[in-house]
């Protein structure tokens, strides 16, 4: 599709083509050069670990069109990094993080006429993908790894925005196991992630907040998504603490370590530790986070299990409003990037 085709004021979080992806080879523990590739296709040996063995991580990162003009890339270090511990984890070539955001500077610059203006309120999102592309027919690591990267313009995840969403307790499936991948973003614990997606779906819900999986007794995530919570304590004169659950098995969402410091910064109470549902009962505010959901309120959450909803208001809490706005100020050059997480592109 070409720019001018693209109806920026009506984005979805969906893929569209764009000129331009990039592509790089570790083979037998040397990075290669970084190649531009046009077509959307790759071609990989039919034995690839990646399609029989699950060799494959990937990253979600966002660069925005800014009202100064330029773009601005949000803490593409911090993906960098947590690429390398997927890559690490799942025993694939582990890029360095300058590789990372040479690919990802270049990925953006070849694509800049897909940055949704500032005003449509999109951005461009910025896929890394990495696989296990050589043969291997053992359960062994493939001796060669590909890191692509691919962007498309996106709007909103949730279509409903900050009205606020529903999600459902599932105990019957978990996402990830105790001491198993969900701290990494292997592309498995989203194909595990898809049967009780699917089922959340069809009862009428928007997302799926999952349990620690060891004791189904702490919060763990809610979708593809952070979790948290604010708890405006009246016996400390209405301090708000912002409650996050802390465990082996979630993603650490830059979004939401992003949102811990911005916190901080207004004087909220930062609580990551674990969070047991009960706890739920406490709070006046819930959200998920992350980079494609931002922030996105979490209006109910039911509980199969008692028949139990938990409710947090229509619409958007004013502490999850003041911390959105915070966000995404600081993501588009408008308040000062006083933590460095910005990458600032002159496109
Ligand atoms: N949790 C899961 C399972 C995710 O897929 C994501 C998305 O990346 C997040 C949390 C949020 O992480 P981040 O804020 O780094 O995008
Ligand atoms: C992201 O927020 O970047 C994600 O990866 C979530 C989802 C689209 C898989």
């Known amino acids: 599709m070409k ?39 790759v071609t990989m040996h039919m034995a690839a670990t990646a399609f029989h063995y699950g060799q494959t991580a990937f990253e979600g990162l966002k660069a ?5 003009g330029k ?4 803490r593409m270090d911090e993906n960098a990094r947590r690429m390398q511990s997927s890559a690490e984890y799942l025993r694939m070539g582990v890029p360095s993080v300058e590789l990372f955001c040479e690919m990802v500077t270049r990925v953006v610059t070849l694509n800049k006429e897909y940055i949704p203006p500032y005003e449509s309120g999109g951005s461009l999102y910025i896929r890394p993908v990495i ?13 060669e790894t590909l890191l692509l990267m691919f962007v498309s313009p996106v709007g909103p995840y949730y279509s409903g925005g900050m009205k606020g969403i529903s999600a459902i307790i599932d105990r019957t499936h978990d996402r990830a196991a ?49 979790f948290f919570g604010i708890r405006v304590d009246a016996a400390e004169g209405g301090r708000a603490h912002y409650i996050t659950p802390a465990s082996h098995s979630i993603l650490p969402s830059i979004t939401n370590k992003s949102l811990r410091q911005i916190a ?3 004087g909220m109470e930062v609580e990551a530790r674990q969070v047991e549902l009960d706890e739920l009962n406490t709070f006046s505010e819930a959200g998920c986070c992350g980079t494609a959901a931002v922030i996105t309120p979490v209006s109910t959450i039911f509980d199969p299990a008692d028949g139990k909803t938990y409710r947090f208001g229509e619409g958007v809490g004013p502490w999850s409003k003041k911390l959105y ?23």
């Open 3 to 41: 720019p001018e085709e693209i109806d920026w004021n009506n984005l979805k979080f969906g893929y569209t083509r764009t000129p331009v992806n990039v592509r790089c080879y570790c083979r037998d523990g040397q990075w290669g050069e970084i190649e531009e590739h046009a077509e959307e296709t």
């Open 64 to 68: 925005f069109r800014c009202p100064d």
């Open 71 to 74: 773009v601005r890339v949000f």
């Open 131 to 143: 696989v296990g592309s050589g043969p291997q027919l053992g359960v062994k690591p493939a001796s």
């Open 178 to 226: 105790p001491f198993g991948t969900g701290h990494t973003k292997a592309g498995g614990n989203y194909g595990a992630s898809l049967t009780s997606a699917l089922k959340g779906h069809e009862k009428g819900y928007d997302s799926v907040l999952y349990l620690d999986p060891a004791q189904h007794r702490y919060i763990d995530e809610c979708g593809a998504a952070n």
């Open 264 to 266: 901080a910064d207004f």
């Open 325 to 347: 706005d915070e966000l995404v100020a600081i993501q588009h050059g408008e308040v000062e990037d006083r933590h460095g997480w910005n990458t600032v592109l002159d496109l």
